[in-house]
Nanobody
């Protein structure tokens, strides 16, 4: 089992950057794939980014591709999501989630139903 805690959200101006963190407690963090999702007011939660256990490659949603960087530090049990050139459309609660997978798993997981553990979320608000 793993517990996830997000941090790093806040109020920023359009064009600025934020780096969100997802700190995990529990064992065998490296056996989990991590997914970032976000939920804007009045909208459903949507996929943002995830990694693949077999080789660490990352997939991004089209809405953040080119201005988003997913990274993880297994020595610190922490995953990061940097978003650059923020716009008001990025305003949302950002969640990290975890799914335990076997070594060498080469799938990406894009649906929130695929994930077993969730953090409480961190609010990102982008002002004009």
């Amino acid at each position: 089992q793993v517990r996830l805690v997000e941090s790093g959200g806040g109020l920023v101006q359009a064009g600025q950057s934020l780096r969100l963190s997802c700190a995990a407690s529990g064992r065998a963090f490296e056996t989990y794939v991590i997914g970032w999702f976000r939920q804007a007011p009045g909208k459903e939660r949507e996929f943002v980014a995830t990694d693949r256990r077999s080789n660490g490659n990352v997939k991004y949603a089209d809405s953040v591709t080119g201005r988003c960087t997913f990274s993880r530090d297994n020595t610190k049990n922490t995953v990061y999501l940097q978003i650059d050139n923020l716009s008001p459309e990025d305003t949302a609660v950002y969640y990290c989630s975890a799914k335990s997978v076997y070594d060498g798993n080469f799938f990406y997981y894009y649906d929130e139903e695929d994930y077993d553990y969730w953090g409480q979320g961190t609010q990102v608000t982008v002002d004009y």
